[in-house]
């Protein structure tokens, strides 16, 4: 049986498209999964396979990064608020002790 892909002619219809993920049928139509019909495209799949997946964890890796930035950063200003909130207490105070005449 002769390879045709989508740029080439012969006399086949069949048409060879690159699908992502393991394929469970050969371009010739034989079944892969309990077959001895393995080619090394399979591996190549699974090599395919498993970069998409070290992408994909890089990505949410990021994510997390910056999700922790955001966590730490949201810290920080609630810290700030509380600070202020104190000073703020404070200032007002001693302003209504001299208005008094406690100072």
Not at 6 to 25: F, M, N, Q
């Amino acid at each position: 049986m002769s390879h045709v892909s989508a740029s080439s002619t012969g006399t086949s219809t069949r048409v060879r498209v690159r699908v992502p993920g393991i394929p469970k049928l050969c371009w010739c139509g034989e079944n892969l999964e309990n077959s001895d019909h393995v080619f090394k495209w399979v591996d190549e799949a699974m090599i395919n396979e498993i970069e998409q997946l070290d992408f994909q964890v890089g990505v949410l890796e990021e994510l997390l990064k910056m999700e922790r930035n955001r966590s730490l950063e949201r810290k920080e200003t609630n810290k700030m608020m509380g600070m202020v909130l104190v000073l703020s207490g404070c200032i007002i105070m001693v302003v209504i002790g001299k208005w008094w005449g406690c100072y």
